[in-house]
Nanobody, 117 residues
Framework: QVQLEESGGGSVQPGGSLSLSCTAS????????MGWYRQAPGKEREMVATVTNGGWKKYDDSVQGRFTISRESGWNTVYLTMNSLKPEDTAVYYCTLYALGGDVNYWGQGTQVTVSS
């Protein structure tokens, strides 16, 4: 069983920064990559950033240039560094792990990020 645990969420003023981390544990059936999604109240969950096992990265347009996804070389932990935060970044951020060629996703429990004055 794969388990993901996020940490690092909190409250910050607009323009501030936060860094999230996600640690994976358990037996991973065909590791393909990791990523971050977020879900604001009343909205669907959306992809924020993804990094493949080959190191390729993708970002949603709304966070391009502000957020950076990175990983430990051992692939047990992935980070999301968030700069120049905006109120619209407020959401629960979820870590995901892509397995079995990307056909299966494992999810963390989420960590709250609140951007307000």
């Amino acid at each position: 069983q794969v388990q993901l645990e996020e940490s690092g969420g909190g409250s910050v003023q607009p323009g501030g920064s936060l860094s999230l981390s996600c640690t994976a544990s358990g037996s991973i059936p065909g590791f393909n990559g990791m990523g971050w999604y977020r879900q604001a109240p009343g909205k669907e969950r959306e992809m924020v950033a993804t990094v493949t096992n080959g190191g390729w990265k993708k970002y949603d347009d709304s966070v391009q240039g502000r957020f950076t996804i990175s990983r430990e070389s051992g692939w047990n932990t992935v980070y999301l560094t968030m700069n120049s935060l905006k109120p619209e970044d407020t959401a629960v951020y979820y870590c995901t792990l892509y397995a079995l060629g990307g056909d299966v996703n494992y999810w963390g429990q989420g960590t709250q990020v609140t951007v307000s004055s």
